[in-house]
């Protein structure tokens, strides 16, 4: 019998696909917006770059406003699903509830945006947060629109102060969430928000990444 395997093992790595490159978005040094852009809610969240712990950084304070950094990107969710970020927070409000209008403010979001499924209807989105109350894990929709997932990733003020480092994957919170495929996000944004208590929050993010699976 002829051996095969040697012939066949060359053709077979020309079969596989590609592996993907992760994809990273930092902060850009002062005077290029990276296409970052602000979009307002109600009020501005001040944002600015620095260096801090040798790495550039953004921080966020929040003083009742709410204004969120987007970046308006088309990204192939299929290639790269495994969302990774750094934050750092000074505090969280003392918000009671936050599963409700008045209690919808948080230290540090994270937050990625696909289209939604039709030709008419809203974006749906995951919004990865630093709750106050909430547990570890939990996940609600948010009290403004059923478009958006809530995940708690940290809760509390235990690791306020210290840099937490999370992966998740989105394509399966898509799924998990709103019962879709998402192949393609139209967006990631970050957020540190006080507007509908009337309280503060800073925050501090680092990069933040798409990774292969």
């Not at 290029?32 to 950084?57: A, I, N, P, S």
């Amino acid at each position: 019998m002829k051996r095969v395997v040697p012939v066949l093992i060359p053709l077979l790595l020309l079969a596989l696909p590609a592996h993907a490159e992760p994809l990273v978005f930092g902060w850009p040094a002062s005077g290029d917006d990276g296409g970052w852009e602000e979009r307002e809610f109600d009020g501005e969240t001040r944002y600015r770059v620095l260096e801090q712990d040798g790495r550039r950084v953004l921080e966020a304070e929040s003083e009742s406003a709410a204004s969120c950094l987007y970046l308006e990107r088309e990204i192939d969710l299929a290639a790269t699903p495994v969302l990774e970020w750094s934050w750092r927070i000074g505090g969280t409000p003392a918000v009671a509830d936050e599963r409700i209008k008045d209690g919808d403010d948080f230290a540090a979001r994270v937050y990625v945006v696909a289209p939604g499924d039709g030709w008419f209807a809203m974006p749906i989105a995951v919004n990865y947060v630093w709750a106050s109350e909430a547990e570890v894990g939990a996940a609600w929709p948010n009290p403004f629109t059923d478009n958006v997932m809530m995940v708690a990733m940290n809760s509390g003020d235990a690791h306020a102060g210290t840099w937490r480092t999370h992966r998740r994957n989105v394509r399966d919170d898509f799924r998990r969430f709103f019962g879709v495929e998402v192949d393609a996000l139209e967006g990631i944004a970050v957020m540190t928000d006080s507007d509908n208590s009337g309280l503060s929050a800073r925050a501090w993010y680092g990069e933040i990444a798409l990774h292969p699976e």
